[in-house]
């Protein structure tokens, strides 16, 4: 019998450790007592003091550890102060006002209060009546003026910029007044939520956000306590929790950083992203029509039980308070919808935002498989802006992580990017009656559009031509000088959209015929290009004519248009004996000379470069003792000199 009720008591002892620990533990009961049990009874701290009003006054001067009774008045609904001394309590059978810190009170108003404030200073003062009045005092309580009726009213308080909001409603709903006129006149919200709300606490960091707590227990609208939230000062209003009433008692208190809701049954809730997720810290719970809790700091809350014990925690219930600015980002996600081009980029940018504050954007990366395609840049002290850069026509992905003010948000990214655009010209023939100028010859697309430049490959054949030349922003690019074919560049300038079968463009030649016939101009192996990537190319090469008819001053014209003056050439040393160097007061590139004796007779050919720092050298050792001609052969034309050869 001995050994079975062993064996009960250590199962029962296992069962007992492996039960989860509450975090009630993280909470020290300072007070055992201290005030009555059951409904009713505020907090209030200010600049260093903490006040408890509940049968009696009780303060606290070390932030809750230990307490006194500083005080007697009738059981209060609420007590607030505007600093150390003057404070103002709403009760049962009035309302008291205390100019020493709470030691003594004098009653300065009739009539059972459920809420009393001071506005911007001791001197103004405002009551909440049960029966919905708002009453407005200017000499500190001397005389009153009724400012406001509502078929009930429940709170009221004062916020940072100066203004006085209250809560009051009937069973048609509840709405928040605001008042910028020192409590005078008063303007309703348009949202409207279940009016048996106690309390409501105003944001830390934006004033236009309000938690409320609709504990919805005397006067019950339907079966749920409720914690709302409002951004915008009533106007619309979101129902955060939801429980089967009775739950809530009421009260909130707000930290910078936090937001404390006690409930009936389950301790304290909490919220750390202003008043949008709530979760219980455990903690005293205490009975409905409540405001017996004061938060301190973030970590150092107070709150009484339904027993009138008094506790406290410094570190949030266990679960310390890390402050936060309230990083958010918009938009939350970015989605770029239309189809990009390869070597096109499209951007969007993102507000970075602080609840608390402008953040400070530390850092930012992207990741993901697309992560290369996408480019985050800073555009402001509070704005990322990110980049797309597709390569072909897929979809991509990848997530942007911003770190700001020591928090981080991820925003995932989405792109389409497009087929990369194929383009097909064509040109039409040109024809020149001068002696040589300018000539346009038209690029015609058979695309609808595409984006980019166009570096065009020029062709021709220079036994047909004496010289052509083409342009590139303003600077002359030369073809070759080779009697065969030869190349130069023309830059096209980017398209414009919808360009189908029209003109888009030029490429423009200075071109000299040697004869009066025509000349076929391919432009041939160009491609569109964007920071030196390709991004299309064309289909086949396109042909232009160009006709023109010979002139006696082509040459000259061809050779002034091509070097800005006439080239001046001689042969040293003149007369020659084994050698000769031709020499030239310009760059002609590559030429050919010939060499004929005085019969007509060509005895030598050959090709090199001819420039200032580059003489031609003619071998003359072999040739007899006589007179040649001397034949140079360029692309602008040709030059023609005399030679004398003694051996």
Not at 265 to 272: A, F, L, P, Q
Request: aromatic fraction near 8%.
């Amino acid at each position: 019998m001995r050994l079975s009720v062993l064996i009960i008591l250590v199962m029962l002892t296992s069962l007992t450790l492996a039960l989860p620990i509450r975090s009630e533990a993280q909470w020290k009961m300072v007070a055992p007592n201290l005030v009555p049990a059951g409904s009713n009874g505020a907090m209030s701290y200010r600049d260093g003091r903490l006040w408890l009003a509940k049968g009696s006054v009780f303060r606290s001067d070390d932030l809750g550890i230990t307490w006194a009774k500083v005080g007697n008045i009738v059981t209060a609904n609420d007590i607030q102060f505007i600093d150390a001394s003057n404070g103002i309590a709403a009760c049962i059978n009035g309302t008291y006002i205390t100019r020493n810190g709470g030691t003594t009170w004098k009653l300065a108003s009739v009539g059972a209060a459920l809420s009393a404030c001071f506005i911007g200073s001791p001197m103004v003062a405002a009551i909440a009546y049960s029966s919905g009045v708002i009453a407005l005092s200017t000499d500190a309580g001397a005389s009153w003026k009724n400012v406001v009726q509502s078929p009930a009213s429940f709170y009221i308080t004062t916020s940072r910029d100066g203004s006085v909001l209250y809560f009051g409603g009937d069973q048609g709903g509840g709405f928040l007044h605001r008042s910028t006129d020192m409590g005078a006149t008063w303007v309703a919200s348009a949202g409207a939520i279940d009016f048996d709300s106690f309390t409501f606490g105003v944001d830390s960091c934006q004033l236009s956000r309000v938690v409320l707590s609709n504990e919805d227990y005397i006067s019950p609208s339907d079966a749920y306590s409720q914690l709302f939230l409002t951004t915008d000062l009533g106007a619309t209003w979101t129902n955060q929790v939801s429980r089967n009433h009775p739950f809530f008692c009421g009260s909130i208190a707000v930290s910078p950083n936090a937001v404390y809701c006690p409930s009936i049954t389950d301790g304290i809730y909490r919220s750390v992203d202003h008043g949008v997720i709530w979760t219980s810290i455990g903690g005293p719970s205490n009975t409905y029509d409540t405001r017996l809790i004061s938060a301190i700091t973030d970590n150092i809350i107070v709150a009484t039980d339904s027993e009138g014990n008094v506790w406290r925690t410094t570190n949030s219930g266990g679960d310390s308070v890390v402050p936060r600015i309230g990083l958010s980002v918009q938009p939350l996600s970015v989605n770029f919808p239309d189809t990009v081009l390869p070597c096109s980029d499209v951007s969007m940018g993102l507000a970075v935002l602080g609840l608390c504050g402008t953040p400070s954007i530390d850092s930012f990366s992207i990741d993901g498989a697309d992560s290369l395609n996408f480019v985050a840049i800073p555009s402001r002290g509070d704005s990322v802006s990110v980049i797309f850069l597709p390569t072909s026509a897929r979809s991509y992905a990848a997530r942007l992580h911003i770190f700001a003010s020591g928090e981080e948000q991820t925003i995932p990214l989405s792109a389409v990017g497009g087929d990369a655009p194929t383009v097909t010209f064509t040109t039409a023939d040109i024809s020149n009656d001068t002696i040589g100028g300018s000539i346009y010859v038209p690029i015609i697309s058979s695309s609808q559009s595409f984006i980019g430049d166009l570096d065009f490959a020029v062709r021709y054949d220079t036994t047909m031509l004496v010289y052509a030349g083409s342009y590139q922003a303003g600077r002359q690019i030369d073809a070759t000088t080779a009697r065969w074919v030869g190349f130069a560049h023309v830059l096209f300038p980017q398209a414009a959209a919808s360009m189908k079968g029209n003109v888009a463009g030029y490429a423009v030649f200075h071109i000299y015929p040697k004869d009066s016939s025509c000349t076929s101009v391919i432009l041939d192996s160009f491609v569109i290009t964007q920071s030196s990537e390709i991004c299309a190319i064309t289909a086949s090469p396109i042909i232009s004519t160009v006709c023109g008819k010979l002139g006696c001053g082509t040459p000259l014209i061809s050779q002034f248009t091509r070097y800005s003056k006439i080239p001046t050439l001689r042969i040293i040393p003149n007369p020659a004996s084994t050698y000769a160097l031709i020499h030239s007061d310009a760059d002609l590139g590559e030429v050919t000379i010939e060499v004929f004796d005085a019969l007509g007779k060509l005895v030598s050919r050959s090709a090199t470069q001819l420039s200032p720092n580059h003489p031609a050298l003619i071998s003359t050792e072999l040739f007899c003792t006589g007179t040649y001609q001397v034949r140079i052969l360029s692309g602008d034309g040709g030059y023609s000199l005399n030679l004398l050869q003694l051996k």
